[in-house]
């Protein structure tokens, strides 16, 4: 009921606008130089795309095509080379025949595209986004996750621009850059698998961790957080609430340290538990993670998160709560043309529902800022992670917002 009369909300604003100027179209820009500490990648799975913003001035610098499969855009990049790099799907006919899987390589001055490596036609497209591909930490090596429904891994040398080889990892999915040469996957009995590289980019060698979640009693997500810009801690919150921290890149083996609880027994009995589809958010200098709750049944993972819990990640321990804003409330303002913060935009945001945030981003300078978005409405929340308020807003970013990426 909530998103048909949010529907509805829309159709009768966008009837309410008139006199619409038309957009100019057709040339190219370069982006600037440096793209700045609060630049942000959105991808959208509607318009098959990813787009790049700057959160300090609200504004788009550019985009890169994501080919023709529903999964959200996941550009990886690398600054050595001055390249961004997305793993594509496309078909002969545009949506059959003939598949072809790329990883299509960008200026990341131009955002053109300048190169492909040819990949079987394996690649993933679970609709998620998340550790769908990789570019490992020597920048060498890019790793692109298959499901067929057979799991495997596609490594691509982006310095030869040739595919290397396929390697099989039956039961394990999904990628997590875990040191030069190295990356994780998760795997169906509970465990983490590791997985070394060679310097000719072949498996050099892969070992596997003990039982550390029990997947039928209480998953994990696979939308983790790495702990850090390098190394192989990586952070996974499951569905009743409970963190997971795992080290991939130990020797020898991959070791999860014990779980802790992101809810009090108390709040977990409210119903209080993660959300949203990028739920998880880590700002690695200060320590503080950032998680998207709810209250909701048993398997609501996935539905939208209407409070932003801020924990100090070396205490376990909550510090703040931040409230979600109402972002379809201020995506009807803007269609509407009405200004932000008078009547007509108070009374907006309290007659429309708020659906909540289903993503979420914070940027890692040591100023950073919290991204939010939402499926259900065309815009994206720029907030000061430290304290929560709403600084500004991204108006119109895309139609179907799927993942936030920090550059």
């Known amino acids: 009921m909530r998103s048909k009369a949010l529907l509805i909300a829309f159709v009768l604003a966008a009837a309410a606008v008139a006199d619409v100027a038309p957009e100019e179209t057709g040339g190219s820009a370069v982006t600037p130089e440096r793209w700045g500490a609060h630049a942000f990648w959105a991808s959208d799975m509607l318009l098959r795309r990813s787009a790049l913003f700057d959160a300090d001035s609200a504004t788009m610098l550019g985009s890169v095509y994501g080919g023709q499969d529903l999964s959200p855009v996941l550009p990886l990049g690398s600054a050595a080379r001055r390249e961004l790099y997305v793993a594509s799907t496309y078909y002969s006919r545009r ?6 899987d790329a990883f299509v390589i960008y200026d990341a001055r131009t955002l053109a595209p300048v190169g492909e490596v040819v990949l079987p036609p394996k690649k993933a497209a679970n609709g998620n986004g998340v550790a769908l591909a990789a570019l490992l930490d020597d920048g060498r090596f890019a790793v692109v996750f298959n499901q067929t429904p057979a799991s495997s891994v596609s490594v691509v040398d982006v310095e030869e621009r040739r595919f290397v080889s396929e390697i099989a990892t039956g039961g394990c999915a999904l990628v997590y850059p875990a040191g030069p040469r190295r990356f994780g996957m998760l795997c169906l009995d509970g465990s983490a698998l590791a997985i070394t590289l060679a310097a000719d980019g072949s498996e050099a060698s892969r070992s596997g961790s003990a039982k550390f979640f029990d ?4 998953p994990i997500t696979e939308k983790g957080v790495r702990l850090a810009p390098d190394g192989g801690r990586w952070l996974f919150a ?3 609430g409970m963190a997971h921290e795992v080290d991939f890149a130990a020797q020898p083996a991959p070791v999860a340290k ?3 609880p992101l809810v009090t027994d108390s709040e977990r009995a409210d119903g209080w538990r993660i959300g949203g589809h990028q739920h998880l958010a880590m700002h690695a200098a200060s320590g503080r993670l950032y998680s998207l709750m709810h209250q909701g049944g048993a398997d609501t993972h ?9 924990y100090d990640l070396a205490q376990h321990a909550r510090e703040r709560t931040i409230e979600v804003p109402n972002l379809a409330a201020s995506a009807l303002r803007d269609l509407m043309e009405l200004p932000a913060g008078g009547v007509l935009d108070w009374l907006l945001h309290a007659a429309v529902p708020n659906p909540g945030a289903t993503n979420i981003l914070v940027t890692p300078d040591a100023e950073p800022l919290l991204l939010l978005s939402t499926h259900e409405a065309p815009v994206i929340a720029v907030l000061d992670a430290r304290s929560g308020e709403l600084l500004r807003e991204v108006a119109e ?3 179907a917002i799927g993942l936030l990426v920090a550059p």
């Open 95 to 100: 949506t059959h025949g003939e598949r072809t």
């Open 215 to 218: 997947a039928a009693s209480d």
């Open 238 to 240: 499951s569905f009743d």
């Open 258 to 260: 014990p779980a802790w």
């Open 302 to 310: 996935k539905q939208a998160g209407t409070q932003l819990w801020l």
């Open 397 to 399: 970013p895309g139609i």
